[in-house]
Nanobody, 124 residues
Framework: QVQLIESGGGLVQAGGSLRLSCAAS????????MGWFRQAPGKEREFVKG????????RSADSVKGRFTFSRDNAKNTVYLQMNSLKPEDTAVYYC?????????????????WGQGTQVTVSS
């Protein structure tokens, strides 16, 4: 059974930082590209960042470029999303996802497995 478990969400003031983690189990982690998506109330789920299965390449939404960093540790079956200079518009539930592909898709339907999500709230 595949599980993706996110952690690290919370409440932070604008300009602050958070680091999200996603621990994977039940799959051959190094065979999967990984992605982070987010969904704010009343909005569609949107792509945030993606990382290739080797960790050698990443993709980013324009809205988070220069602020969010995505990394993976294949030895720990874990990915990390470092979020800096947070803005109130970053408030959302953040989801980790796994795709059986070399590079990370930028659309939700490209992913095979999803975590339950973790809430990130940025106050102004």
């Amino acid at each position: 059974q595949v599980q993706l478990i996110e952690s690290g969400g919370g409440l932070v003031q604008a300009g602050g930082s958070l680091r999200l983690s996603c621990a994977a189990s039940g799959l051959t982690f190094s065979s999967y590209a990984m992605g982070w998506f987010r969904q704010a109330p009343g909005k569609e789920r949107e792509f945030v960042k993606g990382i290739s299965r080797s960790g050698g390449s990443t993709r980013s939404a324009d809205s988070v470029k220069g602020r969010f960093t995505f990394s993976r540790d294949n030895a720990k079956n874990t990915v990390y999303l470092q979020m800096n200079s947070l803005k109130p518009e970053d408030t959302a539930v953040y989801y980790c996802a796994a795709a059986k592909s070399v590079t990370a898709p930028t659309t939700a339907n490209g992913y095979d497995y999803w975590g339950q999500g973790t809430q990130v709230t940025v106050s102004s």
